[in-house]
């Protein structure tokens, strides 16, 4: 065989090998997995959503990046809870307790948090009680805005964290779409933010939070569903911008 016929068969095998590498790649990295929730127990009236656009420098108020027209789930007993603010100011966190269908207790003291324009988390903070599995709990974020409040509240219930399989995750894409797939909001949020710097979404939380936008539900009044479409545009422009 001459130089050039190797030559040739070399770069036929370097191309086969190519192919057959980019092949292995795609299936073995984890299509992502849309939230879509299919058990969604619409939320109490406690955390109805609120049309106030206070503080908002960028068209976009203070907005909880989590489930609020129904309950979301996490089977953590001290969550990630995360939100969007347009500008860096204090904000105070309150956590309750459901004691029945409607009424709350508070759980802990009032936090001062200081925050950044952009993603905000918070782990739920240990001098507060670790959360009970079954309970359903409400999140609470306000701000003040020049003579007014603005309070955002969403609902959770912890699952039994022995339900999920022990998996051991290779990639970032897999452990948000194992979490994805078993409706585990606060885990799959908590997950794509592992891949962004501080107060970034970036690209897999992007694709996360316009599923939440899209989960979200119509319902109540003209009012209330004016306000979730408000919520779920606002939602999307979080989305758009992968800050």
């Not at 109805?48 to 996490?74: E, N, Y």
């Not at 885990?187 to 694709?207: C, F, R």
Request: hydrophobic share 35%.
């Amino acid at each position: 065989m001459n130089h050039q016929h190797f030559a040739f068969w070399r770069n036929q095998r370097r191309l086969t090998s190519l192919v057959v590498g980019t092949v292995f790649l795609m299936t073995t990295i984890p299509a992502f997995a849309e939230f879509k929730p299919q058990d969604r127990k619409p939320a109490s009236g406690n955390s109805r959503a609120g049309g106030s656009r206070g503080c908002s420098s960028s068209g976009i108020p203070l907005t909880q990046l989590a489930p609020v027209t129904f309950i979301g789930k996490t089977a953590s007993k001290r969550p990630m809870l995360a939100w969007y603010m347009s500008s860096s100011q204090n904000a105070r966190f309150r956590l309750f307790e459901f004691d029945s269908a409607n009424t709350v207790k508070e759980i802990g003291k009032v936090k001062e948090i200081p925050t950044t324009a952009g993603i905000n988390k918070l782990k739920l903070p240990v001098d507060y009680p670790e959360l009970t599995v079954g309970k359903t709990y409400l999140w609470q974020i306000a701000i003040d805005c020049e003579n007014d409040t603005i309070i955002r509240r969403a609902e959770f219930t912890v699952t039994n964290p022995q339900s999920l399989a022990k998996k051991q995750f290779t990639s970032i894409p897999e452990s948000v779409n194992y979490y994805a797939e078993n409706e585990l909001w606060y885990e799959a949020l908590q997950e794509a933010l592992k891949a962004t710097d501080n107060g970034k979404l970036g690209q897999t939380g992007a694709t996360l939070v316009k599923e939440l936008a899209q989960s979200e539900i119509l319902t109540g009044n003209n009012v209330d569903k004016k306000n979730i479409q408000q919520r779920i545009e606002y939602l999307q422009k979080i989305a758009d911008q992968r800050i």
